[in-house]
């Protein structure tokens, strides 16, 4: 019988394997009794793929009374074999975060406080200081008269909570208004 390392651990819990250990000279019941204390016991596990890399690894979410209470590494997937790095292991508290910033918050030019504004406000207040910037600062040729198609005052840092998809949209939208200074704070 072929048995992944996920499968034998579930196995182990289920005690199927636990006999054969047993009869193998080894006490499993303390490891028996450990896993039926944990938080996850019962809980409904959900493969999911990390988004921020692409490495891809799997993450187990377990999943009980329709909260998502959890997350580790999953042991089968070959790449990993269970291990998650930084973000990867931080991925629950990603999505339940008590501190997490969920309205946006604006600071006018020379204030010193934050306020909350609304979607519309933000990305129309933003979209005009942009257009407004690349009309004033585009640089279509240099000195020499090659063509250069630039915006050397706009700087764009990236975040760590943006996924593959999001990095890809965002810099195909910067490189093709000129913004060719671009940086992500993502170091893992
Ligand atoms: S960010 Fe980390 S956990 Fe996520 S796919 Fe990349 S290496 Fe894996």
Redesign the pocket.
């Known amino acids: 019988m072929t048995v992944s390392r996920r499968g034998f651990i579930k196995l182990l819990g289920a005690g199927t394997a636990c006999l054969g250990l047993s009869r193998l000279g080894l006490n499993v019941k303390p490891a028996q009794a450990y896993a039926t204390s944990m938080k996850t016991a019962g809980a409904k596990e959900v493969v999911s793929?990390?988004?921020?890399?692409?490495?891809?690894?799997n993450?187990i979410m377990y999943v009980k009374n329709g909260q998502f209470i959890s997350s580790e590494?999953d042991p089968d997937y070959p790449?990993?074999e269970g291990?998650?790095?930084?973000?990867?292991?931080a991925?629950r508290a990603l999505h339940v975060n008590e501190h997490r910033i969920v309205k946006p918050l604006y600071r006018a030019p020379g204030a010193t406080d934050w306020v909350e504004k609304d979607w519309s406000f933000m990305l129309s207040t933003i979209a005009r200081r942009m257009k407004d910037t690349r009309d004033r600062d585009f640089t279509a040729k240099n000195d020499k008269g090659q063509v250069v198609n630039r915006l050397d005052t706009v700087f764009h840092l990236g975040s760590a909570l943006m996924d593959n998809e999001e990095c890809a949209v965002t810099v195909q939208m910067l490189r093709g208004m000129g913004v060719y200074q671009i940086d992500h704070q993502?170091r893992?």
């Open positions: 793929i990390c988004p921020y890399c692409s490495c891809g690894c993450i590494g790449v990993s291990s998650l790095c930084a973000k990867g292991a991925f993502a893992v």
